[in-house]
């Protein structure tokens, strides 16, 4: 493809950043522009930067558009400026990769030119990679379920986390799902952490029957609201606040208000319809930043949950080394046929 269009400079925080190809349609459907998404960053600007600022973050990029093929970066690539910083990051296989870690707006939007839609922050800061500063608690809904039955177990999910004396922030993923994130202090491992979505899955599960699954074998969930535990596993990301979702209507994760969860459809969030509300609201979480709540109220239900009920640990995602203590990986019905054969 040739180029569309010359060459513009945008401007964040005093740094000029190049924009090429700025007329690249990367949205047929909505006709949005490459330029448009670095604008539609430019005005949430302050909001994905408390998202993503000193995390390590992997880049979903669509160098052609929403249509085109597109890849994760988790490297930094060698042509990175100098006034953006990196961090080393360890993956579950042992090896590991130096991630940038944008401290300003204008690092958003040089990740824009590259094609990045999404950004994918760890919940980590670069002075502890090793110890997550966020409890990150993913609401899937599975077929036959949607929006409205995870807006359900959401609710039930802030009583619980207030029970245990945190306080939990909740956007819209993008697509069908909502995100409760809860900032939490850099004390624990990620072990730690997950263990702590499990117990919460598993509390929810119990509150709400037949409505809220922790079954990591999809075999097994049925038409519910999945607990997806394993999204707080070490190198497992989640897209952050106003990123850009890759769907034909250029959708982006909302961060919300308690008080609007039954009023909204992921569908009223987009990348025109986000700047007007971060231009009346502002930064709805911007709060979020300045809380660090403790696990330790959440660690000692999972002590008890297998104390007294004996349910210890879950499986890991499938390219995850065998950690201690996990129970076979192995899909039921797949283990029912080798136990008959």
């Known amino acids: 493809m040739g180029a569309a269009g010359t060459a513009v400079e945008l401007e964040a925080g005093g740094r000029a950043v190049r924009l090429s190809s700025p007329d690249k349609v990367y949205f047929p459907e909505r006709g949005f522009t490459k330029l448009d998404i670095a604008r539609y960053y430019l005005a949430v600007g302050p909001g994905i930067l408390r998202a993503l600022r000193d995390r390590p973050t992997t880049l979903e990029r669509f160098p052609e558009g929403v249509e085109g093929e597109s890849f994760f970066q988790k490297r930094a690539p060698k042509n990175l400026p100098d006034w953006i910083p990196t961090a080393r990051i360890d993956f579950p296989s042992g090896r590991s990769a130096d991630e940038i870690c944008p401290t300003e707006e204008a690092a958003v939007l040089w990740a824009a030119n590259l094609g990045c839609l999404t950004f994918h922050p760890w919940p980590v800061r670069r002075g502890r990679t090793d110890h997550p500063d966020e409890l990150r608690i993913d609401l899937d809904p599975q077929p036959g379920t949607d929006f409205h039955d995870a807006v359900a177990a959401a609710h039930e999910l802030r009583v619980l986390l207030e029970e245990h004396g945190v306080r939990g922030w909740p956007k819209t993923s993008g697509g069908r799902g909502l995100h409760v994130f809860v900032p939490i202090e850099p004390r624990w491992t990620f072990t730690d952490v997950r263990r702590c979505a499990i117990a919460v899955g598993r509390e929810l599960e119990k509150r709400m029957p037949g409505r809220v699954t922790t079954a990591w074998w999809k075999e097994e969930r049925g038409e519910r609201i999945f607990v997806d535990y394993n999204q707080t596993a070490r190198d497992r990301t989640i897209a952050c606040a106003y990123s850009v979702r890759p ?95």
């Open 247 to 341: 769907r034909p209507h250029a959708p982006v994760s909302a961060p919300l208000r308690w008080s609007e969860l039954d009023e909204v459809a992921p569908r009223d969030f987009d990348v025109a319809t986000m700047p007007v509300r971060f231009a009346e609201l502002g930064d709805v979480h911007a709060e979020m930043a300045d809380e660090a709540h403790s696990l330790e109220s959440l660690l000692e239900l999972a002590d008890r949950h297998e104390r007294d009920h004996g349910l210890g640990d879950m499986p890991y995602p499938p390219d995850y080394p065998k950690m201690p203590g996990e129970p076979k990986r192995v899909q039921p019905s797949r283990a029912r046929h080798d136990g008959a054969s």
